[in-house]
């Protein structure tokens, strides 16, 4: 039970800020709150991780205590992403505008980051589930204000979700480890579940919907949490029959197809917003195609990319959302903005995140896109060239945003912007050190996903899995 009321107080501390913020309406009173209750989340889940899972049997614990320790637990699994992603959640408040930290939607993002750690360390599936849902919760109650496509985004949520219960519903009798021949229409429901919270291809309209018309910093920590990804490195660290690795095979192709798609569909995008969709979409995808590989190397890769795209897209959706406050002509310029001249700093960082993201050497994307590629050699040759392709066509599209914004002559009535702030530059600095210094202290990084990447491809028969 060391780990269980870390957790849970963990948990605890992000409800809780939600709660206080929503009674803080006015933009800008409730960060302080949002950030109190963010951090005492991270110190309490950095001390779960930290401490060493205990494997007391029910009978030494009794039965109500062992239902609480299997509810929410630490693995190989979902170890790491719980502090990245609450991490990456703190950055995203402080670097939010004004405007953009009223109580609503600070409350919104408090919720959505307590729902995804509850899925990432959900010890069963009806907990798995109930994590899912809550992250429907922000958007279905418009915690984030009236935007053009919360109701897209509400419709696919609650479809994922739905899926999701439905796989657990007719599940119920047995774990994930326990698949037979009868089980074809649960783990389709699974599959259904996963193409449509990861947005794979032709269902990726609604990501690019969140991040055009909907609030662009809960669409990336929405896009961040990658339950998707999460479900399925579960489902491939278990003993699945044959046709369950097939099928997610055929995922991994399509992850693939969603990345090569998406990164050419980028070719014909002018505005921020939709060309930085596109963009994290397509790399995104990699993340499953690694995962799909069955070698070492992929999965190693898939996992480090999946840090890499996480940090990259808050860097980048937060810059562009810092821009759009302070220049009116971001949301839609006619032409190149010339915006360095006035912000270099928000030039230099935006430039470092947008490199790493498609595998710039020395930075901590290129160890992961090396991996990638080579993994997707070893299993298909041809899935490696295509990823290569799209990284190539993503690093054209980013160097295309990256001129829109900051390259060109700077328009007339532009005449004094502030540059990254202190709130602003110090947590992006964090971030940046992380993109570079990662890829020189490799050494330092691998052996934190080592486990995760040793479960999902050797697939003991004793790894605990989620059961319902």
Not at 421 to 433: G, Q
Request: hydrophobic content about 55%; glycine content about 8%.
């Amino acid at each position: 039970m060391a780990t269980f009321p870390f957790l849970a107080l963990g948990v605890g501390c992000l409800l809780v800020g939600a709660l206080g913020c929503l009674r803080l309406p006015q933009p800008g009173t409730g960060r302080a709150t949002a950030v109190a209750a963010s951090l005492c989340a991270l110190l309490c889940f950095a001390l779960a991780m930290a401490l060493p899972v205990p494997r007391a049997t029910s009978q030494e614990l009794g039965p109500f205590l062992a239902l609480l320790h299997a509810s929410l637990r630490p693995d190989p699994l979902n170890a790491m992403p719980i502090v990245f992603f609450t991490a990456m959640h703190l950055v995203l408040i402080l670097i939010a505008p004004k405007r953009d930290t009223a109580g609503g939607p600070l409350s919104g993002m408090l919720l959505l980051c307590s729902g995804t750690v509850i899925a990432y360390a959900a010890g069963s599936l009806p907990v798995l589930v109930g994590g899912w849902w809550l992250t429907v919760v922000p958007f279905f109650l418009g915690l984030f204000g009236p935007t053009r496509a919360n109701r897209i985004i509400v419709l696919f949520l609650i479809a994922s979700a739905t899926a999701l219960s439905v796989f657990v519903y007719l599940t119920h009798s047995s774990s994930l480890e326990s698949f037979s021949k009868t089980n074809h229409l649960a783990f389709a429901f699974l599959l259904a579940a996963v193409a449509l919270r990861k947005g794979l291809f032709p269902l990726h309209s609604w990501v690019a919907a969140s991040f055009e018309h909907g609030p662009l910093l809960p669409s990336v920590l929405l896009f961040n949490g990658h339950l998707g990804a999460l479900l399925t490195a579960r489902t491939e660290a278990v003993q699945l029959p044959g046709y369950a690795h097939q099928a997610l095979d055929w995922l991994g192709v399509l992850a693939l197809a969603t990345a090569l798609l998406a990164s050419i569909r980028g070719f014909a995008e002018k505005t921020p917003r939709r060309l930085l969709a596109f963009v994290c979409i397509s790399q995104a995808s990699f993340i499953l195609a690694g995962l799909a590989t069955s070698n070492e190397q992929g999965i190693t890769g898939a996992l480090l990319h999946w840090f890499v795209v996480s940090v990259t897209s808050c860097i980048l959706g937060g810059i562009i959302r810092i821009l759009e406050v302070r220049v009116m002509d971001v949301a839609n310029p006619e032409g190149n903005l010339g915006l360095a001249v006035r912000a270099p700093r928000l030039a230099t960082f935006f430039l470092i995140a947008a490199l790493a993201l498609v595998g710039l050497p020395g930075t901590l994307g290129y160890n992961a896109e090396d991996l990638l590629f080579h993994g997707a050699l070893e299993s298909h040759p041809w899935m490696g060239i295509s990823i290569l392709g799209a990284t190539a066509f993503n690093a054209i599209n980013l160097l295309r945003l990256y001129t829109l914004l900051f390259l060109g002559v700077l328009p007339k009535h532009v005449i004094e912007i502030p540059d990254a702030l202190p709130r602003e530059r110090w947590p992006v600095t964090v971030c940046a050190l992380l993109l570079i210094g990662g890829s020189f202290f490799s050494h330092r990084v691998f052996p934190l996903i080592s486990g995760a990447t040793h479960r999902i491809h050797l697939a003991p028969e004793h790894q605990p899995a989620l059961h319902p």
